[in-house]
């Protein structure tokens, strides 16, 4: 059983949109937990739900920070690719062209 916070956390990753990006610390915020980027990628990590498009998610600096034992950083810039989404070399992108606001 998950808690609260793991179901909203699921639940505003899903609802991002594909060609989209979102920080460790909006889905925080939109999970009504300010501050907790790093909580959520503890849960990421954590995490291997098939349907959950975790690819979305980056850090603040609009780069590819993954540290996941299910999924590598070259999967997620490819993944991000796929939907459009220009990822550098270096796994950077440019965060402000591609974030997504969840509107409440």
Known sequence: ???KF???VIGVIKSVPAGRVVSYGQ???YADKLGAARAVGWLLRQTE????PWWRVINNAGRI?????????EEQR???RE?????GEDFSLDI???RWFHLI
Do not use: C, T, W
Not at 49 to 52: A, I, K, N, T
Not at 65 to 73: A, D, G, V
Not at 83 to 87: A, I, M, R
């Open 27 to 29: 889905v925080a915020a």
């Open 78 to 80: 490819r993944l991000l």
């Open 65 to 73: 920070s993954i540290k996941n034992m299910f999924h590598q950083p």
């Open 1 to 3: 059983m998950r808690s």
């Open 96 to 98: 402000e062209k591609y």
């Open 83 to 87: 939907e459009g989404v220009e990822v």
């Open 49 to 52: 739900l098939p349907d959950l």
């Open 6 to 8: 793991a179901n909203q």
